[in-house]
């Protein structure tokens, strides 16, 4: 069971006020990602639950028990940090049988339970090798492997990807993805990097300023943003805003179409402009359109099209949303509809 | 950047430096060697080459020749367990956040500045003489009988003083490598359930056995030829004699040069053993 439910917590560094009083309720089973910008504080709200912080306010209750004050070993919670920090001196055996070494698990159990972390996380040879010896992608795997022995009631992850170069990263995203289908343990993952949080998530978790700015499955976020930090934040390429006469009207201070939403012709259409750079992915291209007429907040409209379609620098396109995937918010950057 | 070119040259550049310190280490060693052989006492004008074996003979088998290596190695170990351990629980102290840290840290370096000769004659004059020193005083405080430090217990004595020098030098090592410790590897084994204990057992002494390893070394080099400490002190009475301190007596209180380079030679030879050892830990340790 891994139920953890956050009541006003708050966390102060003397005067600087980190996280303001939050409540935030993770089911048991879910994989819940905590995302936004750098210095948001999801980092220490995750210390928060860990136990490596204390909490300035508030109640922390893991499966309905009061774990506010309780020290971090006791919680029953396993982290994997983002260094990995794994012990330099012990071979990845030893690293994976501290945890239960410190918890005097009988010996018998402690093998059984190394031999089952080693095959899921395809260890097996590298029993005996020191952390020292191990490509990065290996190390994540103990690291992961030390927190399953555990058998904890939720998994945290610290930005575990972020010392992987880009294609070991896919590898892991998926690899952390089937661990949680197999376990079906509570994952509480912290990221910055949105697409980890759309790909792995069951519940994202936004924040900004350690302010909670909307909470919901990756497709709510995608659809119906709540806000236009939400809005900018979610999906990639980012969302294209419009004020002034364009958002007026559709009654609204600002609206937001995602590139994706936006029909390229070039003939006739909403906007005129000129395309600047184009990015051809084979799959998909990303124009970025320097606009003649459109009131946008950003000096470009970003669009994405087909991979085959041939548009190159300089060329002038014209730029229609399509209908029903325009996003509208008010003057305070809330929602409309 | 390792052309044939530049490798001559780096030789060639090389050269002097090697050539003087060979002379400097190579002409003082095969001169006490040499007088090592000879029947040499300048003061009653014997200079007598090639006797063969019969310093050396003369060395080993006096009595305190034993009786010297023992206390050699009861002092460097006493002075090598104390730092080590208290160096160790220093670097973890200082390591922590405390207020004027700069300030404490200067000032817990300060000893190694002192002379030798200095720091002994202080010991000896203000902590541990019997009637005017520090500790006489904290004795009578008590009511305690106050103690003749240098004459009751003559080698704890030094062994004190120099561990007391020698402290702020492991500490400033040790610390280093304390404060090299990634906090990531403490939370994770906090998270893993060790406690403090077993955090300092598991995860930092570990991480501090090169750093031991190599204060263990540099100071054994040092400390075998402590000198000085026991020349103000006790002059090397009450069971203080160190095979240095004997060599020093067979050459100067004896004039007995030949019997004093064949003890010098022995104390080479015993110190390339203990090298010898300790490099070999050493190795294993910094292999890795």
Known sequence: MGRITLDKVAKSFGEVNVIPPLDLTIEDGEFVVFVGPSGCGKSTLLRLIAGLEDVSGGQIRIDKVDATHTPPAKRGLAMVFQSYALYPHMSVRKNIAFPMKMANVPQAEQDKRIDYAAKVLNLSDYLDRRPGQLSGGQRQRVAIGRAIVREPAAFLFDEPLSNLDAALRVNMRLEISELHNNLKTTMIYVTHDQVEAMTMADKIVVLQAGVIEQVGSPLELYQTPRNLFVAGFIGSPKMNFFKGADAAGHDAATIGVRPEHLTVSTTEGLWKGTVGVAEHLGSDTFLYVHPETADTVEDTITVRVDGEMALRHGDTVWLTPQDGKTHRFDGAGLRIG | ?288
């Not at chain 2, 120099?162 to 490598?177: D, E, G, N």
């Not at chain 2, 404060?179 to 570990?206: K, N, T, V």
């Not at chain 2, 007596?249 to 004896?254: D, K």
């Open chain 2, 1 to 288: 950047m390792a052309t044939q070119h530049s490798r001559a040259a780096a030789r060639l550049m090389n050269a002097p430096a090697v050539f003087v310190l060979l002379v400097w280490m190579l002409i003082p060693l095969c001169m006490t060697i040499y007088f090592s052989f000879m029947d040499y006492r300048p003061l009653r004008g014997v200079a007598d080459c090639c006797v063969g074996f019969e310093n050396y003979e003369r060395f080993v088998t006096s009595s305190s020749f034993l009786s010297s290596v023992g206390t050699t190695l009861l002092m460097v170990g006493g002075i090598l367990a104390i730092t080590v351990i208290g160096g160790v629980l220093l670097a973890l102290l200082l390591d922590q956040p405390i207020w004027g840290q700069g300030i404490v840290r200067i000032l817990v370096i300060a000893p190694f500045f002192v002379m030798p000769t200095v720091s002994a004659l202080v010991w000896k004059n203000m902590f541990m003489n019997p009637v005017n020193g520090l500790f006489a005083y904290l004795w009578k405080f008590f009511g305690a009988t106050p103690i003749d430090w240098l004459s009751e217990l003559p080698l704890f004595s030094i062994i004190w003083i120099v561990s007391w020098q020698w402290l702020p030098f492991a500490t400033l090592i040790l610390l280093t490598a304390v404060q090299s410790l990634s906090s990531e590897q403490l939370e994770a084994a906090e998270m893993d359930g060790a406690s403090a204990l077993s955090r300092f057992y598991y995860i930092i002494l570990p991480h501090l056995g090169r750093a031991i390893t190599v204060v263990i070394l540099i100071q054994t080099i040092f400390l075998l030829s402590i000198f000085a400490e026991i020349f103000v002190t006790t002059n090397g009475a009450f069971g203080t004699r160190t095979l240095t301190y004997l060599v020093y007596q067979r050459v100067l209180e004896s004039q007995n040069i030949g019997l004093g380079s064949a003890g010098g030679i022995l104390a080479v030879i015993l110190a390339n053993i203990v090298a010898i050892f300790l490099m070999r830990i050493v190795g294993k340790n910094l292999d890795n």
